[in-house]
């Protein structure tokens, strides 16, 4: 008798399903990978999904330009257009506004599912994507349009679905995580922080969207919307990016138990939500501290599931494409058992704060005239603001100032940003003070 034959556990059965025809935009560092993975992957990818995916065509702008071993040079096409409406699922990795937004609204009204990793095209318009993916009833996925390999779409989405969310905290531009974290170790300043981030691949030749916290800034709206079931557009977000923190801003951080972070901030107060993204002091013995080069992490805080980090790789094109293809599979099955993905759940409409009505602790360096009475009257202006002091240090004179300069620390309690700034104005203005040297508001304690 013969025995039966056994599927080894590596080699899954393929599925007698017809292929489900998958498209992809764009094949750049993420494109690449993803056609790798479909190809290397392609008998696993099919056991899970139940049908096996195949890859019809790769819209590129060049199709001369060689895209190697894993992209069939027949399937690169310009005609992205004619491709979306022959697909089942089609993956989104071109990036910018348009012709993503029109290709994917094309490929909705086509009735295919669509992956996107394009951050920037839903932060700013996320709203007319879902109410067109939910007129088709198709499925819209985007994991790797935040913090890329990192599950926290999902997580949010489905897994805290039955959880309140009061605020996240998130390192999601791993460039500028990289810069603080070269300042932090090795003292550099910004520039030189910069270009070895550029000389390795981080940064881009122009550096400013991650500098300047334009990209933290569309997470953060994302992250926001779906904590807090509300619509949080990009423009709902303060964003003040790394552009102004000195070496010497770090090495204070330090001295007074913290690390500074390039953090996208969203809450829930009593009053609606709050979102912004900004350089924060972290204290050390937070979590997030210990986010390292260029790595993302996002901390969650909610009501039953208390605190929750998420960690790991926040870009590059294989780590990218790790999430992009978890969303294929998930959309690839719903083709196949039928059903749909969660859909945009903005009930809540809570109101969308604006920065001014943040609160949040401070730490503020000054450099004051070493005469009595001055920690006095500095204390008196915050007292009038209504901003509570938590601690001050005062150390003598930081070199390169003027005889006779003290260089006063304060951190204050939970403020409400407009009383902070405010105060600032109205510290500068002492004749006591020489000069605010930074502001930089406290998170995580
Ligand atoms: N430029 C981003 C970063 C990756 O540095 O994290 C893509 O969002």
């Given at each position: ?22 498209a ?10 993803v ?24 819209a ?28 089942d ?30 951050k ?15 007129s ?9 349009a ?7 779409v ?16 998130g ?25 070895e ?23 953060a ?24 923190v000195?070496?010497t801003?770090?090495e ?16 829930r ?11 924060s ?5 937070h ?5 390292r ?8 805080e ?7 980090m998420f ?16 969303d ?10 039928g059903g ?38 500095v ?10 002091i938590?601690?001050?240090q ?5 070199p ?33 003070v020489?000069?605010?040297?930074s ?7």
């Open positions: 008798m013969t025995a039966p034959q056994e599927t080894p556990a590596h080699e899954p059965t393929s599925p007698g399903r017809a292929p489900l025809r998958v992809l935009l764009g094949c750049g560092v993420v494109g690449s990978e056609a790798r993975l479909l190809t290397v992957q392609a008998a696993d990818l099919a056991a899970r999904v139940g049908a096996p995916l195949e890859l019809v065509g790769v590129v702008r060049d199709v001369a330009a060689d895209r190697g071993p894993f992209v069939d040079r027949s399937l690169l096409t310009a005609d992205a257009e004619g491709l979306v409406a022959r697909a699922v089609v993956i989104e990795v071109m990036g910018g506004i348009e012709p993503a937004r029109s290709l994917l609204l094309r490929a909705i009204a086509h009735g295919a599912a669509v992956v996107t990793a394009n920037a095209l839903l932060a700013q318009d996320g709203p007319t994507l879902y109410a067109a993916a939910d088709a009833g198709v499925d819209l996925y985007f994991e790797a935040v913090a890329g390999a990192i599950p926290i999902r997580p949010i989405r489905e897994s805290l679905a039955g959880d309140r969310v009061q605020r996240v905290l390192i999601v531009n791993g460039t500028t995580n990289f810069v603080l974290d070269r300042m932090t170790s090795e003292g550099m300043d910004l520039d030189q922080a910069v270009k981030a550029q000389s390795l691949g981080y940064a881009e030749a122009d550096p400013s969207a991650d500098v300047d916290g334009d990209d933290a800034a569309a997470k709206a994302i992250l926001a919307s779906l904590a807090f079931h509300t619509r949080v557009a990009l423009s709902d977000v303060y964003r003040e990016g790394i552009g102004a000195t070496a801003d770090v204070w951080a330090a001295r007074s138990g913290y690390t500074i972070k390039l953090l996208a901030v969203a809450e107060t009593d009053a609606g939500v709050q979102v912004r993204v900004h350089p002091l972290v204290p050390l013995d979590p997030l501290a210990g986010v080069g260029a790595f993302n992490a996002v901390f969650v909610a009501d039953a599931a208390g605190e929750l960690y790991g790789r926040g870009a590059g094109g294989t780590p990218t494409a790790s999430a992009v293809l978890g294929v599979v998930s959309a690839a099955r719903h083709r196949v058992l749909r993905g969660p859909v945009e759940s903005s009930y809540a409409k809570l109101p969308v704060l604006p920065a001014s009505a943040a609160r949040t602790r401070y730490q503020l360096r000054l450099d004051v005239v070493d005469r009595p009475g001055v920690l006095a009257q204390a008196t202006v915050l007292s009038t603001h209504e901003v509570s938590e601690a001050v005062q150390s003598p004179a930081v390169g100032t003027p005889d006779g300069t003290a260089h006063l620390v304060i951190t204050t309690h939970r403020s409400v940003e407009s009383a902070l700034a405010a105060t600032v104005v109205a510290v500068s203005k002492l004749d006591a020489r000069r605010v040297v502001v930089l508001r406290v998170e995580g304690a």
